[in-house]
């Protein structure tokens, strides 16, 4: 066993070979050679930081110039957002480190500060840079009240865990009030986040460029890949009951996300406006922003969001609130928002346009209202919403089984002519114009259920965090059950001054040829069925339109609800016929109110 050492005073040069060196004091070293199993320490209750001009290092071997090492008092940040969990907490060692409205110079690593002011009520026109596991640039805690104006921040290296802001590069939390402006932030790092804001804190990001950059690397943390997320870090981060906005914005990132909400209390308020919003890269399928948690609030105004996977995605909302996309223009390359597990909230689409490769909305294991006024909506596929049986069973699925060949067989007593706001689907369109497809091909084979499960297995204590939990935030035995959504749905599909030219039908699915399951390795697949008009089983299917409204069928339709106003138009195409049988009886299309097995049939 080698004697430790200590070290009181740096030198012009100096070998640190294999053995224990405790650092004592602030001390810089113009020329260092860290020798392989040397191992430098710090003071009991202390951080030792390592900076290489101006820059933030591991402390490894290698041979530095121009070294200062840094000893500093903890942050530590308590158990917050999913963390409460596990009462999981964080000894962090910031760049700078604001508490209560006062910088704390012996909790900042001043060494890593690159030019620029720093006071009790600001940072600003200075440069941050780290190339090192778990470093967190600016920490802002307490009731404080800071503005962060000018700064630039490059971060590399493993974040740790995100949810509770670890290697954040801006983390606020508790009743801090935080204004960020005219900055670029830059993180290069498995889950590192750009900007964490949790606690009660209030924070304004305004005219500033985020940017993640995720690595290709064999990160063992990977359990979102059952809802279709690629890539190994997101971009932004909400929890408990912050509330941030982001103002003229470009956000950036190839990861799994761009704005998250993870690890919500009572409630949490996110607010995007004209900004741009960009997910794509060749291992990336995610979402640009999340709305999850029982009371959240997101809106999305005047921005445009060019995302590869899902722009918008709801999941696990409830109490009717709203998700707000308004004048804004969604891209995904592949859907445009997805609802998954959601109960009873609201997605409100309002004069925005919507270019997707494939669905515009895809609803699963939901019972939503899509509520959707003035807006484009345009389809490469043609299908607009895509209602269908949900694969999604937790985040310790490893195995979804595609019921291939299986057919849905009736349910005994089951209503498909009314609209139950606790389990099924309200689409409403709203003084538009509308060219596509709405399928309901949801069963009650519920191959969900059936899905290989294990283990997450412990990730440091992310999946700690998250699955082991007993008690008021957990899933301990004193928590109420989990309401079942998933099985069999109807649609509502109501339409004021609307005009409608496709199909509106239950339908089946099927996924491509030769998908026999989906697991990790494919889960691309995920919601990436087909879809096609045919006779109802369970899956009803409920029209409504008003005395201004028109639906030009496309094709043979089955529904099992019919709602005409006097004035509303129910037609063909030109050159075409269009009939409609009611329990296989031919029926007069006109004003009234109309139910059982309705079959709209297109004839020469």
């Known amino acids: 066993m080698y004697q430790t050492k200590f070290i009181t005073e740096g030198a012009h040069r100096a070998l640190l070979h294999q053995g224990r060196w405790v650092i004592k004091e602030n001390i810089h070293f113009e020329y260092l050679t860290i020798s392989p199993r040397a191992e430098l320490l710090a003071p009991e209750g202390k951080l030792l930081t390592m900076t290489v001009s101006g820059v933030v290092r591991d402390i490894k071997p290698g041979k530095y110039c121009n070294v200062q090492f840094t000893l500093s008092e903890p942050y530590v940040m308590p158990p917050h957002g999913l963390m409460q969990f596990n009462q999981v907490v964080r000894y962090m060692g910031p760049a700078i480190c604001v508490e209560d409205g006062k910088l704390v110079p012996a909790k900042c690593i001043s060494a890593a500060v690159q030019g620029g002011t720093i006071t009790d009520e600001e940072a600003r026109d200075l440069y941050l840079a780290a190339n090192a596991e778990g470093f967190n640039g600016i920490v802002i805690a307490g009731k404080s009240d800071y503005e962060i104006d000018n700064v630039r921040m490059d971060m590399e290296g493993f974040g740790d865990n995100d949810f509770i802001g670890g290697a954040a590069g801006i983390m606020t939390v508790d009743e801090s009030h935080v204004k960020v402006c005219n900055s670029k932030i830059t993180m290069n790092g498995v889950t590192r986040c750009a900007i964490h804001v949790g606690g009660d804190s209030v924070v304004e990001v305004n005219d500033c460029e985020l940017m993640n950059i995720s690595p290709s690397c064999d990160w063992p943390g990977r359990f979102s890949w059952s809802i279709g997320l690629e890539g190994t870090n997101r971009l932004c981060q909400l929890a408990d009951n912050g509330t941030v906005t982001y103002n003229r914005c470009h956000l950036r990132s190839n990861g799994w996300a761009l704005l998250s909400i993870d690890g919500t209390d009572e409630k949490v308020k996110m607010v995007v406006k004209d900004s741009l919003l960009?997910?794509?890269?060749?291992?990336?399928?995610?979402?640009?922003?999340?709305?999850?948690?029982?009371?959240?609030?997101?809106?999305?105004?005047?921005?445009?969001?060019?995302?590869?996977?899902?722009?918008?995605?709801?999941?696990?909302?409830?109490?009717?609130?709203?998700?707000?996309?308004?004048?804004?223009?969604?891209?995904?390359?592949?859907?445009?928002?997805?609802?998954?597990?959601?109960?009873?909230?609201?997605?409100?689409?309002?004069?925005?346009?919507?270019?997707?490769?494939?669905?515009?909305?895809?609803?699963k294991g939901s019972a939503s209202v899509i509520d959707v006024k003035r807006s484009e909506l345009m389809a490469e596929n043609g299908v607009i919403l895509q209602m269908m049986d949900t694969e999604e069973n937790g985040m310790d699925m490893i195995r979804y089984f595609v019921p291939v060949g299986e057919e849905d067989e009736p349910i005994a007593g089951w209503n498909v002519t009314e609209y139950d706001s606790a389990r099924d689907v309200l689409m409403r369109l709203e003084d538009m114009y509308v060219c596509g497809d709405f399928y309901n091909s949801t069963t009650?084979?519920?191959?969900?259920?059936?899905?290989?499960?294990?283990?997450?297995?412990?990730?440091?204590?992310?999946?700690?965090?998250?699955?082991?939990?007993?008690?008021?935030?957990?899933?301990?035995?004193?928590?109420?059950?989990?309401?079942?959504?998933?099985?069999?749905?109807?649609?509502?599909?109501?339409?004021?001054?609307?005009?409608?030219?496709?199909?509106?039908?239950?339908?089946?699915?099927?996924?491509?040829?030769?998908?026999?399951?989906?697991?990790?390795?494919?889960?691309?697949?995920?919601?990436?069925?087909?879809?096609?008009?045919?006779?109802?089983?369970?899956?009803?299917?409920?029209?409504?339109?008003?005395?201004?409204?028109?639906?030009?069928?496309?094709?043979?339709?089955?529904?099992?609800?019919?709602?005409?106003?006097?004035?509303?138009?129910?037609?063909?195409?030109?050159?075409?016929?269009?009939?409609m049988l009611v329990d296989g009886v031919e029926t007069p299309i006109l004003p009234g109110k109309y139910q059982g097995r309705i079959q709209l049939e297109i004839t020469a």
Not at 279 to 306: A, N, R
Not at 324 to 351: H, T
Not at 445 to 465: K, P, S
């Open 444 to 579: 009650n084979i519920r191959a969900e259920q059936r899905a290989e499960r294990q283990g997450m297995g412990e990730y440091h204590d992310t999946l700690v965090g998250l699955v082991s939990f007993s008690g008021p935030r957990g899933d301990g035995e004193d928590m109420p059950p989990v309401k079942d959504l998933n099985g069999p749905k109807n649609l509502l599909l109501e339409m004021r001054n609307t005009q409608l030219l496709g199909a509106v039908s239950s339908a089946k699915q099927r996924y491509r040829d030769g998908v026999t399951e989906i697991t990790s390795e494919n889960a691309i697949e995920l919601s990436n069925v087909m879809q096609w008009a045919s006779p109802t089983v369970n899956n009803g299917v409920i029209v409504t339109m008003d005395k201004r409204s028109s639906w030009t069928v496309t094709e043979t339709c089955y529904i099992t609800a019919l709602s005409l106003a006097e004035g509303a138009k129910l037609k063909a195409e030109d050159g075409k016929h269009l009939r």
């Open 278 to 363: 960009e997910l794509s890269g060749p291992s990336t399928h995610g979402y640009g922003v999340f709305c999850i948690g029982e009371k959240s609030e997101v809106i999305v105004d005047h921005t445009t969001m060019d995302v590869f996977g899902y722009p918008m995605l709801v999941m696990g909302m409830e109490e009717a609130r709203p998700s707000i996309i308004n004048g804004s223009v969604i891209r995904g390359r592949r859907f445009g928002a997805m609802l998954v597990g959601d109960d009873s909230s609201i997605l409100r689409v309002e004069n925005s346009r919507f270019e997707t490769g494939k669905s515009c909305f895809v609803a």
